[in-house]
Nanobody, 123 residues
Framework: QVQLVESGGGLVQAGGSLRLSCTVSGLVFEEFAMGWFRQAPGKEREAVACISWQGGNTAYAGFVKGRFTISRDNAKNTLYLQMNSLKPGDTAMYYC????????????????WGQGTQVTVSS
């Protein structure tokens, strides 16, 4: 049983902050790169950020513009996404995912996905 469970989503006003968490079980967490993706209604899923096995390498989508920070705590099998200066355009379902390879913003290498946590940013 591999399970990825996101939490931390909710309703926030524009300019506010949220910290998303993803707790992973059923795999060797430190042997997987991790990523955050998001999908709004009627739109294609898009990458937000990824982080390498030990956290030494990260990549971000251009729309982040320094507002988001991805991190991981391998001792807790947990992935985080700190989201600051949120905009209404950030409204989406946010998913965490695991990949048995290097950090990548391409969703294809990711083999395990969570069910998502909803982020809604009001204007």
């Amino acid at each position: 049983q591999v399970q990825l469970v996101e939490s931390g989503g909710g309703l926030v006003q524009a300019g506010g902050s949220l910290r998303l968490s993803c707790t992973v079980s059923g795999l060797v967490f430190e042997e997987f790169a991790m990523g955050w993706f998001r999908q709004a209604p009627g739109k294609e899923r898009e990458a937000v950020a990824c982080i390498s096995w030990q956290g030494g390498n990260t990549a971000y989508a251009g729309f982040v513009k320094g507002r988001f920070t991805i991190s991981r705590d391998n001792a807790k099998n947990t992935l985080y996404l700190q989201m600051n200066s949120l905009k209404p355009g950030d409204t989406a379902m946010y998913y965490c995912a695991a990949a048995p390879r290097a950090c990548a913003l391409d969703p294809r290498p990711y083999t395990n996905w969570g069910q998502g946590t909803q982020v809604t940013v009001s204007s």
